[in-house]
């Protein structure tokens, strides 16, 4: 009766071990993931900034001519909103890079 026991007891270890190398798996699954998306938003920032640099460098440029205030309040329209759009970016890959050392 005794041996019963302890067959049972070894099949749960046996089936909780298996449960945490699937579980081991599944996470590191989902940790790369969130690398592959760390690395994407890094592109994206880098797009990013350096089209601010440039709407910026623009932006000077057509300031040296005073007849082109059109253009220049559309350019620097433009680059704030990518300013925004590169400040949520920086937002979400840190929540992103902090999931990926969670998985």
């Not at 996470?27 to 690395?39: A, D, F, L, P, S």
């Amino acid at each position: 009766m005794q041996n019963t026991g302890n067959q049972y007891r070894l099949q749960k270890i046996s089936e909780i071990q298996q449960q945490l190398e699937a579980e081991k798996q599944k996470r590191t699954q989902i940790g790369e993931k969130y690398k592959k998306g760390v690395k994407a938003v890094d592109a994206i920032d880098y797009i990013l900034a350096s089209f601010i640099v440039g709407l910026s460098i623009l932006g000077i440029g057509l300031l040296a001519t005073i007849i082109a205030a059109p253009a220049i309040i559309t350019s620097e329209t433009i680059t704030m909103a990518a300013g925004m759009q590169f400040i949520l970016s920086r937002q979400v890959n840190r929540k992103l890079k902090h999931k990926s050392h969670e998985a």
